[in-house]
Nanobody, 120 residues
Framework: VQLQASGGGLVQAGDSLRLSCAIS????????VAWFRQGPGKEREFVAA???????YYAEFVKGRFTISADNAKDTAHLQMNSLKPEDTAVYYC???????????????WGQGTLVTVSS
């Protein structure tokens, strides 16, 4: 299984970005895809997740600003990020695990990360 994250970049506060996570080689049907982020000097933290059945979950600090979605036909997950803030600056990682989502960064598979930088 491989995950390829993309879509990061340098934006200004208030702008939007859309991250994508392309999944290949998945052979199991019950799974969760999640986005985590890791800022400079910080631990990796949960951002959002979507289960195979479409149920979505968010960290409190992104509710109302970020939206996670999954395109099962294309095996791709997206994270639409609106109203970005400087504190959203981090490397964003997508993860895949068998079963339902969890908020701990102990997923089975990870993408390489994509850097999001938000200037004030």
């Amino acid at each position: 299984v491989q995950l390829q994250a993309s879509g990061g970049g340098l934006v200004q506060a208030g702008d939007s970005l859309r991250l994508s996570c392309a999944i290949s080689g998945r052979t199991f049907d019950l799974y969760a895809v999640a986005w985590f982020r890791q800022g400079p000097g910080k631990e990796r933290e949960f951002v959002a997740a979507v289960n195979w059945n479409g149920a979505t979950y968010y960290a409190e600090f992104v509710k109302g600003r970020f939206t996670i979605s999954a395109d099962n036909a294309k095996d791709t997950a997206h994270l639409q990020m609106n109203s970005l803030k400087p504190e959203d600056t981090a490397v964003y990682y997508c993860g895949l695990r068998r079963g339902v989502y969890i908020r701990r960064p102990t997923y089975d598979y990870w993408g390489q990360g994509t850097l999001v930088t938000v200037s004030s």
